[in-house]
């Protein structure tokens, strides 16, 4: 049994999954790939320790701050989507990587000697929990804000709600391309 609860954010309504014990899920809802791999067995359930401590990182990052704790999380499947999440997952608050980036650190860990960045763009589109594994910090090599499942818009409103200034790290909307 799969559970879920709603978080009020101000980008829009937020659904949160969890088995019981780990968050599994956290979406914009109606964003790309919504409720990826939740199954058809969901309860709704708004009591359970995980989603208090979502939501409690959700209050505080939606208030301008590094929350500075992780809810515990489910880990994802398959060895490479677990590399690139862990990888994300060491980005820091205000800062961006790229999909280069990632895709090198994937190589070095599979002990190859390269990898593809579009194949880490794909785990990182398909990443189940957003924002706390942080995919939205993760850019083009050009500065490109690139593609993100929850919509460029709330994309630029999250590396802004972090301090970032994208005029200053020269991050911009691409005018065509996957992005949009």
């Keep these: 049994m799969m559970y879920v609860a709603k978080y009020a954010s101000p980008l829009g309504a937020i659904s949160l999954a969890s088995d019981g014990e780990v968050l599994t899920g956290l979406w914009f809802d109606g964003q790309k790939y919504d409720r990826y791999g939740l199954g058809n067995e969901v309860e709704e359930r708004d009591d359970l320790p995980v989603f208090a401590d979502a939501k409690r990182w959700l209050d505080i990052y939606f208030s301008g701050k590094d929350p500075g704790f992780r809810p ?10 677990r590399i690139v999440s862990a990888i994300m997952l060491q980005i820091p608050y205000g800062q961006t990587t790229t999909y280069g980036e990632i895709a090198r650190k994937v190589a070095k860990r599979l002990g190859r000697e390269s990898m593809s960045s579009q194949a880490v763009g794909y785990a990182v589109g398909h990443n189940p929990i957003s924002l706390i594994v942080p995919c939205h910090r993760v850019v083009g090599s050009s500065g490109s804000l690139t593609g993100y499942a929850g919509g460029l818009e709330r994309k630029v409103a999250l590396l802004e709600g972090e301090g970032i200034n994208l005029k200053d790290r020269r991050l911009f909307i691409p005018a065509k391309g996957t992005a949009l």
Excluded: K, N, T, Y
Aim: negative net charge; glycine residues 0%; aromatic residues 10%.
């Design 72 to 81: 515990a999380l489910a880990v994802p499947e398959s060895e490479f989507a």
